[in-house]
């Protein structure tokens, strides 16, 4: 045979190979229902119907079935991001690779909410008859701007704790963070690597600094036992597709005189279950082991600590850096109600008559302060 006839066509006979292997592997290879590297669940097949066809969902669902259905879909999510990476784009599905694997997700935009959504609080905290104080977590961008490619672009974090200490009204106890955060080294590990929340660290940095804003005795390092697991990824890392970033340790902070064990009720809709403890080890075994700290997100919950004094009851509203800080917060208040109002729509008024909280604190990463749009406060 024609040796430049064989060369010309090699590159077709490779291609149909391919094809035909992935169409084979399809057909074959068991399909999963979760994605522990992407930790979501993949798209079911959509259910038919003449509405769905009409109105293009129908076949929008085949497409993404497809899409999240192929085989070694893994492999080739990791090496499109690689790829983008080596060809100079750097901030895969939005999240930086930076120094050391640190992966560190791109600013927000400036077309933001956060003026809409400070004018909510201030109003908030005008309206109730009690203490409203309020912390708000840096950018890990910002934070660690010394591991960010050459090509980031600018976290303008000063601007933004400037804007909200100066709009918050009088009414709301600003506990500033931004200072204390970006002093530290990164050495301490205030962040996870490969997810965007605060470690333990972090947020019982920002615990003491409440304390200390609030009048409550802190308590030192050494009265906690900690505990380190391995084997943690977090958000950014499933985000980003950067899968050969090196996993790293979650730590979890018991109080020795507790070891956290508290009453714990979550609440969604008219469903409840109740807990005796603030740390749920069980997750540790599964893929998201940040959920350790109160079970991840949920509508609300509530902590019962009958050690604290029984006179203070405070209301968190908060996104999920929250969930870290709250068992902190526990030792100081007998009882915690927290709500994320990404799923809790009811009235706050009303809660706080309801649960007689006499403290309120809202807890938020300033990404999720200036995009929210779940701040409704009544």
């Given at each position: 045979m024609d040796k430049r006839k064989i060369k010309k066509n090699l590159t077709?006979?490779?291609?149909?190979?391919?094809?035909?292997?992935?169409?084979?592997?399809?057909?074959?290879?068991p399909k999963e229902d979760y994605s522990p590297l992407e930790k979501r669940y993949y798209e079911s097949f959509p259910s038919f119907s003449g509405e769905a066809l009409l109105n293009g969902d129908y076949t929008q669902g085949i497409e993404n079935y497809l899409a999240d259905h192929t085989p070694l879909r893994a492999f080739f999510v990791g090496t499109n991001s690689y790829y983008n990476l080596a060809i100079g784009n750097n901030g895969s599905n939005g999240v930086y690779l930076g120094k050391d694997d640190m992966?560190?997700?791109?600013?927000?935009?400036?077309?933001?909410?956060?003026?809409?959504n400070m004018a909510k609080i201030k109003t908030f905290s005008e309206e109730t008859d009690i203490p409203v104080s309020m912390v708000v977590v840096p950018s890990k961008g910002y934070i660690y701007s010394d591991y960010l490619p050459a090509n980031a672009l600018e976290y303008k974090d000063e601007e933004?704790?400037?804007f909200i200490e100066n709009n918050l009204g009088s009414k709301i106890?600003?506990?500033?963070?931004?200072?204390?955060?970006?002093?530290?080294?990164a050495d301490d590990k205030l962040f996870f690597k490969t997810d965007h929340h605060w470690t333990s660290f972090g947020a019982y940095s920002a615990y003491c600094s409440l304390c200390d804003a609030m009048g409550l005795n802190k308590k030192s390092k050494n009265d906690f036992s900690i505990e380190s697991y391995d084997n943690f990824y977090g958000t950014s890392y499933s985000t980003s597709a950067y899968y050969l970033t090196k996993r790293e340790e979650?730590?979890?902070?018991?109080?020795?005189?507790?070891?956290?064990?508290?009453d714990v009720e979550i609440i969604e809709g008219q469903k409840s279950e109740k807990y005796d403890n603030m740390f749920f080890d069980d997750n540790l075994s599964g893929d998201d082991k940040y959920t350790v700290f109160l079970d991840g997100n949920h509508s609300m919950v509530k902590i019962h600590n009958?050690?604290?004094?029984?006179?203070?009851?405070?209301?968190?509203?908060k996104d999920s850096f929250a969930h870290c800080l709250a068992p902190f917060l526990s030792a100081h208040y007998s009882d915690i109600v927290m709500v994320d109002l990404r799923y809790y729509k009811l009235s706050l008024t009303e809660l706080i008559k309801t649960e007689g909280c006499n403290e309120a604190i809202f807890i938020y990463g300033i990404d999720n302060l200036a995009t929210s749009t779940d701040i409704i406060l009544y």
């Open positions: 077709s006979f490779v291609f149909i190979v391919f094809i035909s292997a992935i169409m084979v592997m399809y057909f074959v290879m992966l560190i997700e791109k600013p927000f935009s400036e077309d933001n909410l956060l003026e809409r933004y704790f400037d106890k600003f506990v500033n963070i931004l200072n204390q955060f970006k002093s530290t080294s979650i730590e979890v902070w018991r109080d020795k005189e507790s070891l956290g064990v508290a009958n050690s604290a004094d029984s006179n203070k009851k405070l209301l968190i509203i």
